[in-house]
């Protein structure tokens, strides 16, 4: 795997980021900047490789918050 588009899709919006298979692997997480608290989103990630992107995964709903 060469990396991975995670897609967060709410308020009207869809907004996405990359991230390399080794970052993920590494960190355990992907940040999606300019999401906004308070407003729900669901999540997708697909695999990026060489022949292109595969499906999309399960989606997941949540919504951030800023931690106290």
Same mark, same amino acid.
Request: positive net charge; glycine residues 14%.
């Given at each position: 795997?060469?990396?991975?588009?995670?897609?967060?899709?709410?308020?009207?919006?869809?907004?996405s980021a990359d991230i390399?298979?080794?970052?993920?692997?590494?960190?355990?997480?992907?940040?999606?900047?300019?999401?906004?608290?308070?407003?729900?989103?669901?999540?997708?990630? +697909? +695999?990026?490789?060489?022949?292109?992107?595969?499906?999309?995964g399960q989606t997941t709903?949540?919504?951030?918050?800023?931690?106290?």
């Open positions: 795997m060469a990396s991975y588009t995670v897609t967060a899709t709410g308020g009207g919006r869809s907004v390399s298979a080794t970052d993920f692997t590494r960190l355990g997480y992907a940040v999606v900047p300019g999401l906004t608290n308070g407003t729900a989103y669901t999540f997708t990630v +697909a +695999a990026v490789t060489a022949p292109g992107t595969g499906p999309a709903l949540t919504t951030p918050a800023i931690r106290d």
